[in-house]
């Protein structure tokens, strides 16, 4: 009875060892416990006289079965494959977080890096992946079944986090899944750092781009009349050179009106250079209302203004000036409380009519001017004879 109660204590020992132990090494356990009770279980047979082999020991047999059961755990489930030193002296310092699953996809090890990146501080070995980083379900669910993988992901917490994920899957020799390799590697630094150049890069972008208006707008102040906005002197004999030799290759007129204020001299004394300001500003207004599109218009000096008209004829440039004339004439110009009614006088030149080059035109221009001033003012004035 006491051989009996002995074996039994042994048996609920060995049971109750096997079921404490959790996790994918519990039929390891068992195998092995298994095996070492064998010999005792064969002793106690033989003590207590009811062996049916009466006085042969089974004891030596018995340690054979356990041998051969022990070597049966060795080999199926690999408890000779000891952990390298490597392990202890290289993983468990790596910086990287490495996670290492079996073909279930329980947790094998993980090393401290990998730890303290998820926050998992109890037991793992024999946990799931799920259980692991069950705080970031999108990564789970995009890499669940993946057994190769490399991606860059941000970890949500109270602190978002950038890792570089590699998944690698580990095979036997003939070739059988074994489990897979995750290694996760912090790169948030290098993320914020790329964020922070990203951001930098824009900031130059738009100040680029402000410097680019910048430098527009002073192009635009380099050859506008800062009185009326109409093109300057400057600007309108740059153009008109390149006006003038497309129409020469395209054969094509182009007619210049230059047109002069009459007697604005007398309105600067009279009422002020306030007030032949307004008169100025109101007929650079006109001639932007009134002329065509890709008519060009400048305030050329003073009190004149240029209107280059291209594809127009000397014929059609005298209706459109004589119409800018009488409108002018009938436009009143405010000043405070005054009303002032202004004139101007022009000469009128075609090319090739009157001259092939920019200084040509200009010069008999200006002799037309000065004729319509000599005839009284408020008048068109052409050439009377064309230049040989």
């Not at 489930?77 to 290492?100: F, G, Q, T």
Request: proline share 3%.
């Amino acid at each position: 009875r006491a051989l009996f109660m002995l074996l039994l204590i042994a048996f609920i020992l060995l049971m109750r060892t096997f079921y404490q132990s959790r996790g994918p090494y519990r039929w390891q356990t068992g195998i092995v416990l298994l095996g070492s009770s064998i010999p005792w279980v064969a002793n106690i047979y033989t003590e207590s006289g009811l062996s049916a082999f009466g006085d042969l020991d089974l004891t030596p047999v018995a340690f054979s079965l356990m041998g051969l059961v022990i070597a049966y755990a060795l080999l199926r489930y690999r408890l000779l494959d000891l952990v390298p030193i490597a392990r202890s002296l290289i993983i468990e310092k790596m910086s990287d977080s490495v996670v290492v699953l079996d073909a279930q996809n329980r947790v094998v090890d993980m090393n401290p890096a990998a730890r303290e990146l998820t926050g998992f501080t109890d037991s793992f070995v024999g946990k799931y992946g799920r259980d692991i980083f069950a705080p970031w379900p999108e990564l789970i669910a995009s890499y669940r079944d993946a057994n190769t993988a490399h991606a860059e992901c941000r970890m949500d917490g109270h602190a978002p986090r950038y890792v570089d994920l590699q998944i690698d899957s580990i095979h036997d020799r003939r070739n059988r899944l074994l489990g897979r390799v995750i290694i996760l590697r912090d790169i948030t630094i290098r993320k914020q750092a790329e964020q922070e150049l990203r951001r930098a890069h824009q900031d130059l972008q738009k100040q680029y781009a402000e410097i680019q208006q910048l430098e527009e707008k002073l192009r635009e102040q380099a050859i506008r009349d800062s009185l009326t906005g109409l093109y300057n002197r400057r600007y309108v004999e740059d153009t008109l050179e390149r006006e003038l030799a497309k129409a020469a290759r395209e054969n094509y007129s182009v007619s210049l009106l230059l047109l002069d204020l009459d007697h604005f001299k007398l309105i600067n004394d009279t009422y002020g250079h306030e007030a032949g300001d307004v008169v100025l500003k109101t007929l650079a207004l006109l001639l932007q209302a009134e002329t065509r599109k890709n008519d060009i218009i400048c305030r050329y000096g003073g009190e004149e203004f240029l209107v280059i008209m291209s594809r127009a004829s000397l014929e059609k440039a005298r209706e459109r000036a004589e119409g800018l004339r009488l409108l002018f004439r009938e436009t009143s110009t405010q000043y405070e409380q005054l009303t002032l009614n202004c004139t101007f006088s022009a000469g009128l030149v075609s090319f090739p009519d009157f001259g092939t080059t920019v200084k040509g035109l200009f010069v008999v221009a200006d002799q037309a001017l000065y004729a319509a001033k000599a005839a009284g003012r408020n008048r068109i004035a052409i050439p009377d004879s064309r230049p040989d």
